[in-house]
């Protein structure tokens, strides 16, 4: 069957994996918030005991969720100072492979529809701000983040949405590249899509599901997708 479209995840497969510890990101928050060391710590633990929980009912039954639910669930305002110097604080992860724009034109050359579906609970806007920053939104027919539905991966109707979004109804006809075994791999399989694995992340065990999924193509380097998806 020939490839229509060729779908990416974000994290660990445009952008290289990077092991950052959440509890930072979260002082950030507080640390805008309070200036009593007491009450920074324990606004931060209770955002990231609420986002645990979140990412915890994700690997059981793949309820996506949005960062006001993880602020509503620890009772913190969404303080808007707060938001910002929480949002700064991730930055350091956002910035796609240098690999990354060469790879999607040569793709685009090759008359492929180009998309992105990612489990996140960060805003669209901030996703596609760091995107437009490295010259990857033009790039990209469609974005689906799950913070705008009401599931993540690898619930199929994700892939369904990914698909829907950059106009192709054949999941044979879609190749989905991403980094995780389960989340990615068996996920796009399950819907019938062609699926490569880009396997460098250092995915922490908590986060990591036992699945029997053999990818179609395994990737060393991104620059390798546009040769793979020819002989298909």
């Known amino acids: 069957m020939t490839v229509e479209a060729v779908i990416f995840d974000w994290g660990g497969t445009l952008t290289p994996w990077s092991s950052v510890e959440p509890r930072d990101g979260w002082l950030a928050f507080a640390r805008a918030v309070h200036d009593d060391p007491a009450h920074v710590d324990e606004l931060a633990g209770a955002l990231l005991g609420a986002e645990q929980k979140r990412w915890a009912a994700v690997l059981d039954d793949h309820s996506a969720f949005t960062t006001a639910h993880v602020l509503a669930d620890a009772a913190a305002t ?3 100072a707060a938001l910002d110097a929480y949002k700064e604080f991730w930055v350091q992860v956002t910035h796609v ?3 990354a724009v060469p790879v999607l034109d040569e793709l685009r050359e ?6 992105l579906l990612s489990s996140t609970h960060w805003p669209r806007d901030w996703h596609e701000v760091w995107l437009a920053r490295d010259g990857v939104l033009e790039r990209l027919d469609a974005c689906v983040w799950s913070s705008d539905l009401p599931f993540t991966k690898p619930h199929r109707t994700a892939f369904m949405a990914a698909m829907e979004a ?11 590249v991403g980094d ?3 989340d990615d791999v068996h996920g796009a399989q399950a819907v019938g899509m062609r699926a490569v694995w880009v396997p460098h992340s250092d995915v922490p065990a908590h986060q ?3 699945v029997d999924a053999a990818p179609d193509a395994v990737l060393d380097q991104l620059s390798e997708l546009p040769e ?5």
Do not use: H, K
Request: with cysteine.
């Open 97 to 99: 492979r240098p690999e």
């Open 208 to 210: 990591l599901v036992d």
């Open 180 to 182: 995780r075994l389960f």
């Open 228 to 232: 793979i998806i020819a002989a298909w």
């Open 110 to 115: 090759q008359g492929l529809r180009l998309g």
């Open 78 to 80: 969404g303080d808007p």
């Open 166 to 176: 950059v106009g192709v109804a054949d999941p044979s006809t879609c190749v989905y």
